[in-house]
């Protein structure tokens, strides 16, 4: 990445979680977590599907992409996409071995849906360690 001379870097990235992609492969398994397909200009990531290491699917679905949807920021589009899948393996609170949504995102809506269910006159608890 490079500096852009405020002594920070950063990456904006925007997802899809459902799309109606998918990509059929000749066998028994279904495609390999980690492979991008791009068709123009959008990039769709398998953050499940099969593992080599595992010889085997280990999720009881059809695997879905992810879509990139957009990217602001310096890292080059290989490593966004390494990132991302990174993070899908991040849930400490999870026995699985990679969720669908980078943790970021998944308890980020976990919240949301709590807050969403508060009444109106209720002042939600700032900490984050209050929703886990």
Known sequence: MKDRGQGYEYDLVALAPSTGVRLMRHGEWPPPRGACVSVGARR???TTGYVPSLGRYPHGHVPTPVQITDHVGDSAARDLLR???LLTKMNWNSARFAERLPVTVRFANEVGTILRDLPDDFAPEARYAFYM
């Open 44 to 46: 769709y990531l398998y």
């Open 83 to 85: 990132e991302v899948l």
